[in-house]
Nanobody, 127 residues
């Protein structure tokens, strides 16, 4: 059974940092692109970042580029999202997700390109 479990969210002050973690199990983790998405109250799901199966390439949404960093540890079946210079606009429920197809992605920005999702971890940015 495929499982994705996020952790690391919390309440942080503007300008602060967090590291989100996603523990994966039940599939060949090193063969799949992994993504992070977020959803703020009253808004749709927003793509944040994606990393290739081997971790050699990464992509970021415009709103987080230069502030967030995605990484993975294939030996531990973990994917991480480092959040820096946080603002209130980053407040959301953050999800990790596994791409549908091994070793490729049709459109890594599209939530429909992912078929397994974690339950999410809440990030709240407030003073």
């Amino acid at each position: 059974e495929v499982q994705l479990v996020e952790s690391g969210g919390g309440l942080v002050q503007p300008g602060g940092s967090l590291r989100l973690s996603c523990a994966a199990s039940g599939f060949a983790f090193n063969r799949y692109y992994m993504g992070w998405f977020r959803q703020a109250p009253g808004k749709g799901r927003e793509w944040v970042s994606t990393i290739t199966a081997g971790g050699t390439s990464t992509w970021y949404g415009d709103s987080v580029k230069g502030r967030f960093a995605i990484s993975r540890d294939n030996a531990r079946n973990m994917v991480y999202l480092h959040l820096n210079s946080l603002s209130s606009e980053d407040t959301a429920l953050y999800y990790c997700a596994r791409n549908r197809e091994p070793m490729s992605s049709r459109d890594y920005r599209d939530p429909n390109d992912y078929n397994y999702w974690g339950q999410g971890t809440q990030v709240s940015v407030s003073s």
